[in-house]
């Protein structure tokens, strides 16, 4: 029996999506659940699973082609799994003679794949040490294996140590953006253009939330299995704030303000393809240790090209942590259709003057960009003196103060 294989149905907010990588050409046996393509979309890689087992009969459409929402992208025939095995038992047989398998390095550098890595470089037999790693600590990703695979050529592999420029020359790559990066520069350009957007500063002394930490971090994570960081403590500052000040959890549609009865915080995450925001849903209700392990899982399932469309989806307030980096001070830019982002930088210590004596404070400068169409410079000042008077006194947010 033949079955449709279907893009999987989208959100209102994602239109299409491209054909990154077919793990499967016709004639191949395939099990039920098996990755056959991958899906790019704005926002997140989507995987297309098998319905059933059988062979791929028919492929519809190309790798870099643009599909629509429940368009057909393949015919599987069900059943039928049985001869395509039994063809490839052979090649054992036909493989003896060849020489031992992979170098040592390639079997180190396969240990640090992820899981949908290690799938991508299996299935289209790819020697991971020959694909230049653009991830953390010069990792390679999966985006990282779909980009060789595109290019099909050596010019995704590290140049070899003899292949140096030569003095006075000025070498040049030009490399295609992808399809996340071109929406996210799209996205920020409709914000500067649609968004009357201000920003407002102000700077917190965490000596406070930096002394809880350290007297009571070491019990938090023997009890919740987890650290205690600082984000959780501005994520529910947030959200105390936010109640008080409404209109900063509100946003713009036509010439209607949506005020927001719940506090959905997106938390900015940087990942290999760009900057993404998985929301923390009803953020108000959630603990100090609620909050530290849903970060935690985002943080890693965008690393490992695991966050779904779910995950993005909504958001009523954006925190970013440009600190994470090392930054002292910036301007955060507006993720419509939100009217506020909260910026975060580096804790610096800092001379600050307590009671007439001038003493070292750990400090950091935060940072409000808001919508100026709907949020007054009062409502974006007093929201920011909201947050620093809590993270300066912290048992403030105990008593939703």
Known sequence: ???????????????????????????????????????????VVLEVPAPADGVLKEIKFDTGATVTSQQVLAILEEGAVAAAPAAKAEAPKAEAAKPAAAPAPAASKSADLSPAGQRVATENKIDPSQVAGTGRDNRVTKEDLVNFMRSGSPAATPAPAAAKPTPGSRPEERVAMTRMRSKIAERLMQSKNSIAMLTSFNEINLAKVAAMRKELGEQFEKANGIKLGFMSFFVKAACEALKRHPIVNSSVDGNDIIYHGYQDISVAVSTDKGLVTPVLRDAQNMSFADIEKAIANYAKKAREGGLTLDDLQGGTFTITNGGTFGSLFSTPIVNPPQSAILGMHTIKERAVVENGQVVAAPMM???????????????????????????ENPQRMLLGM
């Not at 449709?4 to 209102?12: A, F, H, I, M, T």
């Not at 990154?20 to 979309?41: Q, S």
């Open 365 to 391: 400068y935060v940072a409000i960009s808001y919508d100026h169409r709907i949020i007054d410079g009062k409502d974006a000042v007093l929201f920011l003196v909201d947050i620093k008077n809590q993270l």
């Open 1 to 43: 029996m033949s079955i449709e294989v279907k893009v999987p149905v989208l959100p209102e907010s994602v239109s299409d999506a491209t054909i990154a990588t077919w793990h499967k050409k016709p004639g191949d046996a395939v099990r039920r659940d098996e990755n056959l393509v991958d899906l790019e979309t704005d926002k």
